[in-house]
């Protein structure tokens, strides 16, 4: 067997060697012919190529594709063969010369290349691209479109840096660019697309327009919207990174439903979405979000002097009026252009004089600029989903131009107009705030807050849209805020008109009654109206349902108003010569009455009881004596009641029929919607009976003053407020009772001249909601917080003043987070403090920004040092942490030695003040840093230091070089009327005068 078994072996050895001496004496015999044939074959592929690379030049042509990644790499692979079989035949042509083995070896293995070659080009034939194969209909990068070049403004630049930031974070995937109608959005984009493409970013970039128009996609009348939408998917998938700009968006886009590929950071693909409503923005989840906003006044006066020609600048007098003008336009470029444009080259004063006339009146058809502007800015206007949104935003329209709409007042006129339907004022007034959001969102209002309170107000071009529109449906009368001193004539008040505004205006007399059956509103407040108003002037005005006659002069009410029988709100505040109201008996539809302020009123309208609807009554501050018994029962629907500085309930009158009181408070109770009460009692006992029977907790808004004159109101700034005064009677006022007096959901308390109340805190174990706190001329108070029982997180500022006997701010048993939210703090004349803080609370005040303490005689620190250190030695002191501290004041603590015996870091402190004499001699504020080498630096944001010269050069420094950094911010108090820079963000100024030992503040709000 193993004979067989090598036999077998060798003869099939022999047969590969004789396969391969047959392979070798091939090549040996015929490589001519191999090379023939090899040309041919090349010939062969480089006319494919050539056709292939025909076609692709057609189709980029004429819908400008792209060739394929496969047929690119198969192009390159026969460049590559074509490359290598022409150095074959160049390296081993006729002209070389071998002989003897060397020419076998050579002729042998040229046969092997040329053979290999063959192979490879028949491979390339084999898989020749077609037509699918060779091009994609797909754009270029992008087109670089015509744009209006921007001009050099700051807001402009900011927004378009800010935009193009974005475009390159990784993780801004869906960019939102929301600004009102004309502010340049589009603009803005059109620049973005031109820079994204002529910088060779790493993005394809499309803008606008039909997407598939932009891809080169055509479809199919068959393919419906799901095979469109695949087919978009598919093509924008090939084109790898892209960034797509969607420009005037009005409604959400679902990205998967229109075939657009969802931007992720793997991807890296962006979307950028022009809209002019912030909503479309947060329901499509964008990551970033930049508001294009109008131009500033200096940036719209170079535009429109760009736009109006030389001739604006060569006529000074011309001149003043294009600023005027260009002030019109409110700072939207849109306008500014379009009015520019109008007027360019104008020389004619008389022209310009109409031009700013027209603009202030919102008749600006004179120069086609209504059909420019207010046509796209009305687009926005026709967006908004229905009817009562429409009716809603035009309704701001009858405030005069520029005026700042307070909110609530805004929404209670649309309850009282009926605009708003639901079950409930509450639900009607919910309804009303989210209008106003979705209004904000698309760029019709804008929105303003001063001093906390929320104001809207309408962008002079739109409400030059909204004029218009108020002329014609609904059909109105706006005069608002033009100077008039006489009423619209007769002819003016016609049958169809709805809304009439004559408002802030100087109309002294109407002497007329018009036919107005639909007119449901009438604004007539600031108006002087010296020669009243014709008594008949309500007679044909049935469907009236809100007139406001607040802030006039007039006397005497029309005897008409009395035959409003569809009247929802009547507003008299600040009537200051009105002393009498015609009977309100048939006004039974009264929802809201308001006489507040009215002084010269001394007693309630005829017919009162019949206001079984009435939902608001304020007669604060009028002079109305006497509410009738059982009156207030049947307002069973009474939401507001407010009777501030009114002498009667709670008041005098009370005292004369004491039988009688229980009786008025029982009716205030009973009222079992009531969610605002705004009361006064001058007698301490008439609140004790009131507060044992009123249920709080279903106020809403509640402002009480008990033994404080009505001045105390001003300090009162949260919704639920109490200013209680105890006219320091020890005898009849318990612990327990105090307790008791304080609303369970107050949020702002000033307790006062309470005799006997030592601990603070003991009474405020049920004021979780307690932002505002002042405690001022209680002698026997010795702590403000002690017991763990208390959680005051939400204490936001606190004052404390005249308590003689104030040992400490708070206990060493406080519970965790008690002062969490502390901002400020205020100690005035409480001499027996000797320390502020005691250190363990201090890493509850991360929140603390203002610290101000005046007079006292034995304070000697503000914050209590560590028992185990001394003055001379620091260094074991816990480091104290104040991050948010701006402000810290110390005024006349003469025994003040130390701020704290540790070091103090606070980099956001903008003001110290210390004046008058004292013991301190260092600040341990952290005022610096140290750098590389050593070498300090201030590295807070101090803007100032006010003290005394010769307490200033006395201080002592750890680091000698500390005086030089910190002396341009000393401020000399000893120099009499030294102007103070207020170091915070909340503009004030504060004037500090030093005169004889005393100090004067004086704080003032400025703009």
Known sequence: MEVVASVTSIIGLCCSLHEVVRTKYKHLRTPTRSIRQLNNLMHRLIARARGVEHEINQLQHLMGAESTNFCNTWLKQVDQVEREVCNLVDENGPHRQIKGCCFICSRIKLGELVEEKIQDIRELLETVPDSKDIAIPVSRRGDILPTTPMMENQTHKLTFMRIWEFLFDRNARRIGVWGMGGVGKTTIMLAINNSLLNNSSEFNCYLGGDIAVKLNLTFKETDDERIRALKLFHTFKRRNKFTLILDDVWEPVNLENVGIPVPTVKNCCKLVIITRNIRVCREMETDKNVEVKVLLE??????????????????????????????????????IVAVGRALRDTTNMREWENALEELRTSSIDTYNIYEVVCSRLKLSYSKLKDDTRRHCFLYCGLY??????????????????????????????????????????????????????????????????????????????????????????????????????????????????????????????YNSFEEDISHHFFDNMHGLKVL?????????????????????????????????????????????????????LTELPQGMEQLTYLRHLDFSYTSIQNLPAGLVSKFTLLEGLLMLGSPMIGVSSVRANRTLYPVIVEEIISCRNLSLLHMQFLDFEDYREFAKLMKYYQLKELKLLVG????????????????????????????????????????????????????????????????????????????????????????????????????????????????????????????????????????ELKSLEEVIIINFWYMEEIIEGERNTNAEDSSQAAKVFLPKLQRLELYHLSSLKSIYK??????????????????????????????????????????????????????????????????????????????????????LRAAVIYREGSILMERATIS
């Not at 200096?298 to 001739?311: H, I, P, R, S, V």
């Not at 939210?821 to 001499?831: D, R, Y």
């Not at 911010?969 to 820079?981: E, G, L, M, Q, T």
Request: aromatic share 6%; glycine share 4%.
């Open 400 to 525: 005069p131009k520029g005026h700042l709409i307070e909110e609530n007042e805004l929404i209670n006129y649309w309850v009282w107009e009926d605009l708003l339907q639901g079950p409930s004022t509450s639900v009607m007034k919910r309804k009303g705030q989210m209008i106003i959001d979705e209004l904000i969102s698309a760029c019709l209002l804008e929105l303003k807050i001063e001093n906390g309170v929320r104001f809207v107000k309408l962008h002079d071009m739109v409400r030059d849209m909204a004029i218009p529109i108020l002329s014609t449906k609904p059909r109105c009368i706006v005069n608002a805020g033009i100077g008039r001193v006489k009423p619209p004539i007769p002819p003016e008040w016609r049958e169809d008109v709805e809304w009439v505004s004559l408002t802030r205006n100087d109309v002294k007399s109407i002497d007329f009654s018009p036919m107005c059956p639909r007119l449901t509103s009438l604004l007539l407040q």
């Open 298 to 335: 200096e940036e719209a006066w170079n535009l429109f002097k760009d736009k109006a020609g030389e001739q604006v600048l060569s006529n000074p007098n011309i001149k003043s009026i294009a600023m005027d003008v260009a002030k019109e336009c409110g700072g939207l470029p849109l306008a």
């Open 708 to 843: 404080f004159s009505e001045s105390a109101l001003l300090e009162l700034s949260e919704k639920t407020s109490l200013a209680i005064c105890g006219g320091y009677e020890r005898s009849n006022v318990s612990e327990d009772e105090i307790t008791a007096l304080i609303p369970r959901n107050v949020e702002e308390l000033i307790i006062s001249q309470f005799v006997g109340m030592k601990c603070l805190s003991l009474h405020l174990w049920n004021a979780m909601y307690l932002k505002r706190c002042q405690v001022k001329w209680c002698p026997d108070l010795e702590c403000i917080f002690e017991s763990e029982e208390n959680n005051l997180s939400r204490l936001e500022t606190m004052h404390l003043s005249h308590l003689p006997k104030l040992r400490m701010i708070c206990g060493k048993v406080v519970r965790p987070c008690t002062l969490m939210n502390l901002k400020s703090i205020h100690v005035f004349k409480c001499n027996s403090l000797k320390c502020l803080f005691p250190r363990q609370l201090m890493d």
């Open 548 to 600: 406001n006659l607040s802030y006039t002069g007039i006397s005497v009410l029309p005897v008409s108003l009395s035959n409003l029988e569809n009247l929802h709100a009547l507003l008299l505040s600040h009537c200051w010569n009105l002393d009498k109201v015609p009977s309100l008996e048939r006004l039974t539809k009264l929802n809201y009455l308001d006489f507040s302020l009215s002084r010269g």
């Open 902 to 987: 540790g070091n103090i870091q606070c980099n956001s402190l903008r003001a110290i003040a210390v004046v008058g004499r004292n013991a301190l001699k260092k600040l341990p504020l952290g005022l610096f840093g140290v750098e590389a080498g050593q070498q300090i630096s201030l590295s807070t944001t101090l803007q100032q230091i006010l003290c005394h010269n010769e307490w200033w050069q006395s201080l002592q420094w750890d680091q000698p070089e500390a005086k030089n950094l910190l002396q341009s911010y000393f401020v000399d108090c000893d120099k009499r009327n030294v102007a103070w820079r207020h170091a915070g963000t909340s503009l």
